[in-house]
């Protein structure tokens, strides 16, 4: 059974970053962003995959990052909808504009 080349998941975790980081830099809705910043995580997390994979331990190191990016991004995103709450209470609207207001 042929596999697939481990170089192909890396190439495809990099384009995916790059669109995500597009969509993080170009999006005014703080959803969005935070939409764009948990794909940036995950295409990290494929290419820590993919690299684990080269390794002569069979991958267990991929997974293991693979397994804390995935638990820091859900944190990620309990925090991230926090301070969406938090802007939407105090201003109405949920944009990037408005995130230097929320300083206390």
């Known amino acids: 059974m ?3 080349p ?3 998941f890396i190439v495809l975790g990099a384009v995916v ?3 995500a980081m597009l ?3 170009t999006r005014r809705s703080l959803i969005q962003a935070l939409m764009c910043l948990e794909l940036m995580a995950s295409s990290v997390g494929l290419t820590f995959l993919a ?3 080269t390794m002569p331990d ?3 190191e991929g997974m293991v990052l693979a397994t804390f ?3 820091i991004g859900a944190a990620e995103i309990g925090m991230g909808l926090a301070i969406v709450m938090l802007s939407f209470r105090r201003h109405g609207d949920a944009s990037t504009d ?3 207001l929320l300083g206390g």
């Open 2 to 4: 042929n596999t697939v």
């Open 6 to 8: 481990p170089l192909y």
């Open 17 to 19: 970053f790059l669109i």
């Open 23 to 25: 969509g993080f830099l």
């Open 51 to 53: 690299i684990g994979r």
């Open 58 to 60: 069979g991958g267990l």
């Open 69 to 71: 990016l995935i638990v």
């Open 98 to 100: 408005d995130i230097d």
